[in-house]
């Protein structure tokens, strides 16, 4: 297995590219510090313009960072942000990359997820990932089902497809690390039926007991299934009625990554695919709230306009 610091120098030189006097700006928080700093040496050997950043930790996955962070994001060349709390679905991070800037978040990334996801061949990761976006954003109508009872019908016509393919060298590019991923948002008020989330939920964990999601026109209106479903709850209620939105249909495509509990890679793992709640603004949609979880489901079959291209957790 790879060290932290092998990690790191993948990141900064092979997934950003990273360049002599670039501008870099590295932003940690208190749990993300010794990773943030492997990073921001390694960003620094290379001659970049290195900046580390420390910020409070967020109270929740897509909570903005202070504005000087935003600003200081829209001025760099490269950003990277391993915090804990997710910044991928903020609108710093959108600005960031409207204005030129290209980057990578590693939200919640522990030193055994770097070591082991990112020595993942990323050739195919990519393929599969161009791949399975294309697919999304031909497609209309999606039909989700699972032998532990998610059935759920979304529309995605006029949504574009988004590949996660860990190489970040366009300006304004952006992606997740560890990355394999295609993901899209449906649209607004399509969504109906049963979603059983039984890998694990973001805020929540690795679950012990399935949740189980009613949703109507596109929104969770009743969540059941013990201690952890009223965790979510209650994660759900500070934010109002957009937290349940239904924000994301994405598909796994990473088959290093393994469910952990925590989403990062939870959400990449092959052979799942995951359903996100809340915010979708910054990749495509129309909800902004300041909460975004993903919902991971194992072994589903999954249909687009009647045909099949995932059955039991098997790409078709």
Same mark, same amino acid.
């Given at each position: ?89 903020? #609108? ?5 990359? /409207?204005?030129?800037?290209?980057? @990578?978040? $590693?939200?919640?990334? !522990?030193? +055994? ?120 709850? #209650? ?5 109002? /009625?957009?937290?349940?939105?239904? @924000?994301? $249909?994405?598909?796994? !495509?990473? +088959? ?61």
């Amino acid at each position: 297995m790879a060290s932290l610091i092998d990690a790191a120098r993948i990141i900064v030189k092979d997934c950003l590219q990273v360049k002599k006097d670039e501008k870099v700006v590295v932003i940690a928080d208190k749990p993300s510090r010794k990773i943030s700093r492997t990073i921001w040496e390694e960003a620094k050997k290379i001659g970049s313009e290195a900046i580390f950043l420390e910020i409070i930790e967020r109270s929740n996955h897509g909570e903005e960072p202070p504005l000087p962070v935003a600003e200081l994001m829209k001025s760099c060349d490269v950003f990277i942000a391993p915090t804990s709390k997710s910044l991928s679905h903020t #609108k710093a991070r959108k600005e960031a990359n /409207k204005a030129g800037c290209r980057g @990578a978040t $590693l939200p919640g990334i !522990t030193e +055994d997820i770097m070591k082991r996801t990112l020595t993942a061949d990323y050739e195919m990761i990519k393929e599969r990932s161009l791949n399975y976006s294309k697919i999304l954003d031909n497609g209309s109508e999606v039909t989700i089902t699972t032998k532990s009872g998610t059935e759920i019908n979304m529309s995605i016509k006029g949504r574009k497809g988004h590949p996660d393919t860990g190489i970040y060298t366009e300006r304004g590019s952006f992606g997740n690390l560890p990355a394999g991923e295609a993901y899209i948002a449906p649209v607004e008020g399509t969504s109906n039926g049963v979603i059983v989330v039984d890998g694990a939920m973001a805020g929540v964990g690795i679950l012990k007991e399935p949740i189980k999601l009613v949703v109507e026109n596109g929104y969770v209106t009743d969540i059941s299934g013990g201690h952890e479903a009223e965790i979510l709850k #209650k994660l759900l209620d500070k934010h109002g /009625k957009e937290a349940r939105n239904i @924000a994301e $249909l994405g598909i796994g !495509t990473n +088959d290093k990554a393994t469910i952990t509990g925590n989403v990062l890679e939870d959400e990449k793992v092959m052979g799942t695919i995951h359903i996100a709640i809340g915010d979708n603004s910054t990749f495509g949609g129309n909800v902004q709230v300041d909460s975004h979880l993903d919902g991971i489901i194992n072994k589903p079959t999954v249909k687009i306009d009647g045909k099949v291209i995932m059955k039991d957790g098997q790409f078709v």
